[in-house]
């Protein structure tokens, strides 16, 4: 672990700069008081921008870092930091978050099975698993599924929770609301989030004192306007994407906020950066019953959980949560200290040193 201690994070990739899971591990990182080198480019640049800009750049600073860490969709740059590794002496750590088959093809559905593009995609993923000296993931159930269909070995990849950006992501009061819920969602409309079962609850309620407000837009959006239109003015509000401090702003006011219950193979595999956050702002969650969040999570304790896809549940769950308000305290405080207490950045670089360490990983050559 001492080597550990003297560790140099070197950030590699055209990776998006303020995506949580990266900004999360490099303030924890900061924040335990270890060097950070990084090595970027656009992530919006193709393969043949990228490359050569990369390599510039890296060849500039490799002396100061001392392991290479490829942050969260760059599988596409794995490779070419493997060869710059073995060109330096560093090791390689791949933060996926996703397996690009598992998204395109089984979540999304953009890209058929069986397709030229599914075998490209799958062909991504066996690369970018394969070079590096380790593997992330975000909870148990994607490393079993890295370990089972990608042929990790147990031994080269760890699970690291995402956490929360407490700088982005306070603690709030609970509105005093009696009688009534306003429901909170945001998000990216992806098929995971099973906006559908959302919408389909709210109809459930249309004569009931819960409201909701929904944020963003993204591939299921349209069908969920569409269907929406049932409702009475005045039931939902749609926004469009907003910055971190509005969605704050917006939590302030809401009595709920809302994970995922999408019914798809990735649904069940991840822990979405929404529901870390709004326990850290200490609101009641409410979220799919999925194998991620019962690695962590109670239900009743933490969070409230429903089967994946039931809007009668989900519904069930809302008016439970309108005529109790001391469940609501309850469960806002209890969830938030628990995610404030294990969650934060400082939390997650410390489980990512001990990964490091328990991996054997070097650390020599620090600056």
């Known amino acids: ?42 992530e919006r640049w193709k393969v043949f921008q990228r490359y050569p800009v990369l390599l510039w750049n890296y060849l500039r600073n490799a002396r100061k870092g001392s392991l290479i860490y490829v942050p969260v969709f760059r599988h596409k740059d794995v490779p070419l930091a493997w060869i710059l590794s073995r060109m330096t002496g560093k090791r390689v750590i791949f933060d996926p978050l996703v397996s690009r088959y598992e998204t395109r093809v089984l979540d999304r559905g953009d890209v058929a099975e069986g397709s030229l593009q599914a075998a490209h995609n799958r062909n991504i993923d066996r690369v970018s698993f394969r070079l590096p000296d380790h593997i992330l993931a975000d ?9 089972r269909t990608l042929g990790v070995g147990k031994d080269r990849v760890s699970t690291l929770y995402i956490g929360f950006d407490d700088d982005l992501f306070p603690e709030l009061p609970m509105p005093d609301h009696r009688n009534r819920l306003h429901v909170l969602f945001y998000g990216t409309y992806l ?11 709210a109809i459930l309620l249309k004569d009931e004192p819960v409201t909701f407000t929904f944020v963003g837009e993204g591939q299921t959006y349209a069908e969920a306007r569409k ?40 649904a069940d595999m991840v822990i979405p950066n929404k529901v870390f956050q709004g326990l850290a702002m200490g609101r009641p969650m409410v979220t799919g019953d999925t194998p991620a969040v019962r690695e962590l999570f109670r239900d009743g304790s933490h969070l409230l959980t429903v089967p994946s896809g039931d809007p009668g549940a989900l519904a069930s769950r809302f008016m439970l949560l309108k005529d109790d308000i001391d469940l ?40």
């Not at 909870?139 to 370990?147: F, G, Q």
């Not at 003015?233 to 910055?243: A, D, M, V, W």
């Not at 995610?339 to 070097?362: K, M």
Request: charged share 25%; glycine share 10%; with cysteine.
């Open 1 to 42: 672990m001492n080597d550990c201690k003297r560790c140099t994070l070197f950030l590699f990739g055209g990776y998006e700069i303020d995506y949580p899971r990266t900004e999360i591990i490099r303030k924890g990182w900061q924040r335990c008081g270890l060097p950070v080198v990084e090595c970027r480019v656009s």
């Open 139 to 147: 909870t148990e159930a994607h490393r079993r599924y890295y370990i």
């Open 191 to 201: 098929p995971l989030h099973g906006i559908d079962t959302m919408i389909e609850a």
């Open 227 to 266: 269907r929406a239109g049932v409702l009475p003015s005045g039931k939902i509000e749609f926004l469009p994407s907003r910055p971190v401090g509005d969605l704050v702003d917006l939590a302030v006011e809401s009595d709920v906020l809302l994970g995922i219950f999408g019914k798809t193979a990735k």
């Open 328 to 367: 609501r305290m309850r469960l806002a405080a209890e969830g938030c200290l628990f995610v404030r207490r294990y969650y934060h950045p400082e939390c997650v670089a410390g489980r990512l040193l001990e990964i490091i360490s328990g991996a054997g990983l070097t650390c020599a050559g620090t600056s």
